[in-house]
């Protein structure tokens, strides 16, 4: 049992409740009630420590209450059977109570207790404090976290955003400069097939006209001759009486003639088919003049 009450054996044993005026102990006189705890210290050394039946704390109230259980055992409590009636009466109320009465408080302890209580009370609230103010940080961080991260996020959609539009506009840009190229080689092919149009027509009218000049009649050479000839009308006429003449001056005058028949001849190639029918006649009417003799 962790927990022994008793009397004193002697009045050697030191207090170590709340009696004790900083390290000096107050000893507890030979046949005062007293309460021991069982301890045990590392090196081995293990054995009760005592302290004045005043002295006792709640707390220890609380554990001998939980030793005595639900059914009030108190033989549970070693040293419990040997006690007075009055004692056992007085421990059972202090168990009942959860502190001791207020008569047995050790003389001098009720201020420490209350200092002591105070104190624990404080350390308690600041303890609360602390805590208090732990949970506060660390919601505050929490909350800076989720500000971070929303801000992020929404930092992230608005580049996604941004990505999206500028690709949409990159995609409207390059359809309006395909279009324009469809557009621009569109043209340009109407263009090329007018140029064709237009060259090819050139071409149908010249073949045309070449046609056109190799289906013309080949002038005749009388009418050439008709053309070269015209001189001979501003030749002047012969006499006459030339034709009267014997046939030898006859053949004087076609030999006046003949510079004239040679020019016609040096232009006949030009004017070959400019020859009319009534100067094709011309050289028989020199000839009937020439056979009338």
Not at 19 to 31: A, F, S, Y
Not at 262 to 281: C, I, L
């Amino acid at each position: 049992m962790p927990y022994r009450v008793e009397y004193a054996k002697s009045g050697r044993a030191n207090c170590n409740g709340a009696c004790k005026d900083g390290k000096d102990k107050q000893k507890i006189p030979k046949g005062d009630l007293r309460f021991g705890s069982w301890v045990e210290i590392p090196d081995g050394f293990s054995g009760w420590q005592w302290r004045h039946w005043g002295c006792l704390t709640a707390k220890q109230c609380e554990n001998l209450k939980e030793i005595v259980g639900e059914d009030g055992n108190f033989d549970m409590i070693d040293g419990y059977e040997d006690m007075e009636d009055e004692v056992k009466a007085k421990i059972r109320q202090a168990v009942a109570d959860g502190h001791i009465a207020e008569e047995d408080i050790t003389s001098g302890v009720e201020a420490k207790v209350d200092q002591a209580e105070a104190a624990k009370e404080a350390k308690r609230l600041e303890k609360i404090a602390e805590k208090t103010e732990k949970a506060a940080e660390k919601e505050r961080v929490k909350a800076e976290k989720a500000a971070q991260k929303a801000a992020e996020k929404a930092d992230k959609a608005a580049a996604k955003e941004s990505a999206k539009l500028a690709e949409q506009e990159k995609k409207r840009a390059e359809a309006k400069s395909k279009a324009e190229a469809a557009k621009a080689a569109a043209q340009e092919a109407r263009e090329n097939e007018a140029d064709k149009s237009r060259a090819l027509e050139a071409a149908k009218h010249k073949d045309q006209d070449e046609d056109d000049k190799d289906a013309q009649p080949l002038p005749s050479k009388k009418r050439s001759r008709a053309k070269a000839e015209p001189v001979e009308e501003d030749l002047p006429k012969p006499k006459k009486k030339a034709s009267k003449r014997s046939k030898p001056k006859d053949e004087d005058e076609d030999d006046d003639e003949v510079p004239v028949k040679a020019k016609s001849k040096a232009s006949r190639p030009k004017k070959e088919k400019a020859e009319s029918p009534a100067e094709e006649k011309a050289p028989g009417r020199r000839s009937r003049r020439t056979a009338k003799p």
